[in-house]
């Protein structure tokens, strides 16, 4: 897989990116704050489908809490493959790039936090920010997240919540879930350049027979996680999400935006 603090940062970038070109009456950011807040969901919506390995580094994100939730998203995602796969599919140890690593996911995920915001408002908005600003803290900061333990590491998680949501108080449940969506495929995207791809189209659509055919591009353009090629590509998202920070603070007319 691409590393944690590379997909991180592509959803950084993409968030701002996304933040600039999503009109307020789609529930686009009206203030630079609320564009950061967007940047701070995809970066971490961007970590979300490694929740299927309990042995990934976000597993450990929030503690024994987050470990459970990996184990189950994991079992969920073996059960899934097993119950969907066909005679032409791998037979797979885990759950670990199934479901969570497909389109239909990002959508559902997508799908499913614009419906637990539109039915429950507040206590939905501050759920989602907490989980996904933890997710970006683990991805943007391993370092410092590393000398830290997780209660540390949650604790600022639920302040940054809370001040995510004073500072967008507004967003809607369609507009956050499309930040988790597109986190997600951020993610999808990066992965889909390594060795083993990803099932994008998994379990809808069936080639050659096979429903978890990993897209990937050919074998000499694919990446090694941790190598040179990843480094290379987190030293292109950070240049990217810096440069659209500068433009976000302070010229955010020539990305389209119209911010106070």
């Known amino acids: 897989m691409v590393m944690g603090p590379t997909h991180a940062m592509s959803g950084a970038a993409a968030g701002l990116a996304m933040a600039a070109v999503l009109p307020p009456t789609w529930g686009g950011p009206t203030s630079v704050s609320g564009a950061f807040v967007f940047a701070g969901v995809t970066a971490g919506a961007a970590l979300l489908p490694d929740l299927d390995s309990p042995q990934a580094t976000i597993a450990r994100s929030f503690g024994p809490a987050s470990q459970a939730l990996a184990h189950v998203v994991e079992r969920g995602s073996a059960a899934i493959h097993s119950a969907t ?3 032409r599919d791998d037979h797979r140890e885990n759950g670990h790039r199934t479901a969570t690593h497909t389109l239909a996911f990002a959508f559902l995920a997508g799908a499913g936090v614009a419906a637990l915001v539109s039915a429950f408002g507040k206590p939905a908005v501050l759920g989602v920010l907490f989980l996904m600003l933890g997710l970006a803290l683990r991805g943007l900061f391993p370092k410092w997240v590393k000398k ?32 988790v969506t597109v986190g997600v495929i951020a993610h999808l995207v990066g992965d889909a350049g390594t060795k083993m791809g990803v099932p994008l189209l998994a379990p809808i659509v069936s080639i050659n027979g096979k429903r978890w ?19 290379i590509l987190l030293g292109a998202f950070t240049v990217l999400s810096v440069a659209l920070t500068y433009l976000v603070l302070l010229a955010p007319e020539s990305l389209g935006a119209n911010w106070a």
């Open 213 to 231: 055919w990993d897209v990937a591009p050919p074998s000499m353009l694919r990446i090694k996680a941790s190598g040179p090629a990843d480094k």
């Open 85 to 87: 796969s066909t005679r």
């Open 148 to 179: 830290n333990d997780w209660l540390m590491v949650t604790g600022i998680a639920a302040g940054l919540s809370v001040l995510a949501w004073v500072a967008s108080a507004s967003v809607s449940g369609p507009a956050l879930g499309a930040a």
